[in-house]
């Protein structure tokens, strides 16, 4: 079986979704079978930081519902190093999602890929449970801020009392020169606040929203050197798969893609 790993947040604007396709990215990149779900169900955008959003017909309620069999949703990549897909609806009307047939498709699921990443909302709701309750290990995504962190706590808190207790922080956005300037919190007083283990620290970088803005993904690219964002995506990709690496390795000094997926 496989590894289900529901990435999340209840803060808005912390770069889940960007974290979520770009580990998965670097995931398909270290040979994993991988695939996607948009579990954003009122406000999806998986499909667009993946470069797909016009390749969906049906979605994973159609497929929750019984509207359509999983074959018929999953987008297959097209491109190298991209994970499969499943979309959320364009549409959500708030209806209840069936708790049995949820949990046989992300088991069937697991069953196929090494690992399914399912990309939450920001919002606490029966399906955000739902969703969570199919998943073996949380990966929280907190932005370089206290606000953000402080929401990080708190999604680590509900999701423990639902059962969900294999947790990591992710540290998005993070600026090196204002945390040792004592301007943004350092990494060990975030760790501290939040007390979840860390997985990894992705810099900010000024290439990170270009790449998501034409459906770029770490390592989608096969040439030339890494940008810091990629390398910090294959560092916690390494790490989730059981890997011990150090935590900015090839960060700050990026090398040639190739040299990262050895």
């Not at 497929?63 to 999953?74: Q, R």
């Not at 979840?196 to 803005?213: F, H, M, R, S």
């Not at 390398?231 to 990026?254: M, Q, S």
Request: net charge positive.
């Amino acid at each position: 079986m496989g590894r289900c790993v529901f990435v999340t947040s209840f803060k808005g604007g912390v770069g889940k979704s960007f974290v979520s396709a770009n580990l998965a990215g670097a995931l398909t990149n270290l040979g994993k079978k991988v695939l996607v779900a948009d579990g954003d169900l009122g406000m999806r955008s998986m499909d667009i930081l993946l470069g797909c959003e016009n390749a969906s017909l049906f979605d994973i309620k159609d497929v929750i519902s019984g509207a359509c069999p999983v074959e018929k949703a999953i987008i297959k990549a097209e491109k190298a190093g991209f994970p499969d897909f499943i979309p959320a609806p364009q549409t959500y009307d708030g209806s209840t999602l069936d708790k049995e047939r949820t949990h046989a498709l992300f088991t069937y699921l697991k069953s196929v890929y090494d690992y399914v990443l399912i990309d939450s909302s920001a919002e606490y709701s029966p399906y955000y449970s739902l969703l969570a309750s199919c998943a073996d290990t949380a990966v929280i995504v907190t932005a370089h801020q206290s606000t953000a962190v402080r929401a990080a706590e708190k999604t680590a808190s509900l999701l423990a009392k639902e059962g969900l207790k294999e947790q990591y922080l992710v540290i998005n956005m993070f600026r090196k020169k204002e945390a040792e300037k004592g301007l943004l919190p350092d990494p060990a007083d975030i760790i501290l606040n939040s007390a979840v283990p860390l997985l990894g620290i992705v810099p900010w970088d000024k290439n990170a929203a270009t790449e998501a803005e034409k459906g770029g993904i770490a390592f989608c690219s096969r040439k030339g050197k890494a940008y810091s964002f990629e390398a910090a995506a294959i560092n916690i990709a390494y790490r989730l798969c059981g890997n011990e690496v150090p935590l900015f390795k090839g960060v700050y000094r990026t090398l040639r893609r190739k040299f990262y997926l050895k």
